[in-house]
């Protein structure tokens, strides 16, 4: 057969080396082919990604080799599909921005849980409640015996002086409040438990109420109020008169109202009426005096709503998110403070809430019902006391005619 001068015609891929044309690609991009499209359409780079998947294959083989290593030794052939191209790199920056969010909120739970730590293992704890013969039996919702101690213990002179305390030897209460707190929802109650009100404390007879915590201390008089009320204590929370100015002071005092001016040399004191921010020293007379017509009616009104608007600003955010308040704070309250033997920390909220009530209304606050004086003593009236005493026991309000002093 003739084939002519130019002799038999080639097949392709017998002694050539030229890629085969694409009708298509011939038409729109000329010998470039499929290499000019993707040189028109991503630049230089588009024809470097497709020459390397054409050369190397699957990106993934590549990707091994890079990571492993060249282990081929000379002559050897490379694996099907070619080593790939190289993997492009993972963002790390979400990664470690995460991370370190995580060890910010790490630290702060550290932190929490070493100040809470610390404030616990340093209350100061005394035995107040313990089971005796004819104890109460437990009711509903949770009491507390709340107890302003007037002990000079720990007062130099010089705080003594400043403080107004006297020199009166020996423990005595001049405060004593029972907070109840409900189960159900009914409203927190804070009952103030007049001094001088006439008793029956175990092994010592008839007297007045503070009288318990002098012959016996904190167990004596927890045991006077529980007998006197029929309510189980189920905590005990004691503040002196060094730690109750300190607080008040850590805290940059407390705003109070006053209807009319207080002049009490006795408990060093001499405040105009009006809104005034009362320190520490001022504070504690305000709570003791009785230089007022109703005297110690008054004296436990003041009680409850200073108690009530110190609790609310030392819960305030204003304290909470100012450090040149919370840490004194925190590093006066442990000594200021004495508590049960089984109390902890974290029974403190809840008493917290319940005595800021005392300021807005949300707990009711009232005095023990009294019928008539013995001598310079107070007898309670029997059937409003009761009717008090008997509706905490068993969480029901607290009936019109047992509320005295009422702030409701």
């Known amino acids: 057969m003739s ?29 470039r082919g499929q290499y000019g499209a993707d040189q028109r359409l991503y630049g230089d780079r588009g024809q470097r990604a497709y020459e390397d998947q054409y050369q190397y294959g699957d990106r993934q083989q590549y990707a ?7 282990q081929r030794r000379p002559g050897d052939r490379p694996p099907p599909g070619g080593y790939g191209a190289p993997p492009r790199p993972r963002p790390r920056r979400r990664r470690r921005f995460g991370r370190v969010l995580l060890i910010i909120f790490l630290a702060f739970v550290v932190l929490i849980g070493a100040v809470w ?3 616990d293992l340093n209350l100061n704890r005394v035995q107040a409640l313990t089971d005796y013969p004819g104890r109460p039996a437990a009711g509903a919702g949770t009491n507390w015996l709340i107890v302003g101690s007037d002990s000079r213990a ?13 020199d009166a030897k020996g423990q005595r209460t001049d405060t004593m409040m029972l907070l109840h707190i409900p189960d159900n929802d009914t409203k927190p109650t804070l009952v103030s438990l007049l001094r001088d009100s006439y008793v029956d404390i175990p092994g010592k007879g008839k007297n007045k109420l503070n009288a318990a915590y002098a012959f016996g201390g904190p167990k004596l008089l927890a045991q006077t109020v529980e007998l006197n009320t029929g309510l189980r204590l189920d905590h005990y929370m004691e503040i002196g008169f060094g730690g109750f100015a300190e607080i008040v002071d850590s805290i940059g005092g407390v705003e109070m109202c006053l209807k009319e001016p207080i002049d009490d040399p006795k408990a060093g004191i001499k405040l105009p009426a009006g809104c005034q921010e009362l320190t520490g020293e001022q504070a504690l ?9 109703r005297a110690d009616y008054d004296r436990v009104i003041h009680q409850r709503e200073f108690i009530g608007a110190l609790t609310d600003k030392a819960a305030s955010a204003g304290t909470l998110l100012n450090p040149f308040k919370l840490f004194p704070l925190l590093a006066n309250a442990p000594d200021a403070i004495t508590v049960d033997e089984g109390d902890h920390l974290h029974n403190l909220p809840g008493l917290a809430f319940a005595i800021k009530g005392a300021s807005d209304g949300s707990t009711v606050s009232t005095t023990v019902p009294v019928g008539r004086n013995v001598g310079s003593a107070l007898q309670w009236d029997e059937a409003k006391k009761n009717a008090l005493f008997d509706a905490l026991r068993t969480d029901q309000p607290v009936p019109d005619s047992a509320l005295v002093d009422c702030a409701c």
């Open 64 to 70: 091994d080799q890079r990571r492993y290593g060249d």
């Open 3 to 31: 084939y002519g001068p130019q002799g038999p015609p080639r097949r392709p891929g017998h002694g050539s080396t030229r890629r085969m044309e694409v009708p298509g690609d011939q038409q729109l991009y000329g010998d």
């Open 285 to 293: 007379g305000y709570v003791r005096t009785r230089a007022t017509p």
């Open 117 to 119: 730590l610390y404030l």
């Open 154 to 166: 720990g007062l130099s002179a010089e705080d003594q002086e400043r403080l107004a305390t006297g």
